[in-house]
Nanobody, 126 residues
């Protein structure tokens, strides 16, 4: 599968961005999808995940109430709506597909994902 993330950019603190991730393949709806990010000098960290059913979502504490993950199975896309952005949200954001279908166990852990997109840069200025 190929994952392509886009929608990053430069925004002022308090602003919003919408990241999209397009996935190839015909079984998109059977996989949990996640977003991770990596800031300069830091390890990659979990941001949000959508269960394969699309009805369950998981968020990192740092983004709860500000970010919303959603998916459009008809278009093979997963969306990350980011509101009330803070300078500490600055990072390269990656979308990822869970390693196995019909499974959303421990979606907040990076080792649960096998396929990764190329990343899109988000920069939040103060």
């Amino acid at each position: 599968v190929q994952l392509q993330a886009f929608g990053g950019g430069l925004v002022q603190a308090g602003g919003s961005l919408r990241l999209s991730c397009a996935a190839s393949g015909r079984t998109f709806e059977t996989y949990a999808m996640g977003w991770f990010r990596q800031a300069p000098g830091k390890e990659r960290e979990f941001v949000a995940a959508s269960s394969w059913r699309g009805v369950g979502t998981t968020y990192a504490d740092s983004v709860k109430g500000r970010f919303t993950i959603s998916r459009d199975n008809a278009k093979n896309m997963v969306i990350l709506q980011m509101n009330s952005l803070k300078p500490e949200d600055t990072a390269v954001y990656y979308c990822a597909r869970y390693k196995s279908p019909y499974n959303d166990f421990r979606v907040e852990y990076e080792d649960g994902y096998f396929d990764w997109g190329q990343g899109t840069q988000v920069t939040v200025s103060s």
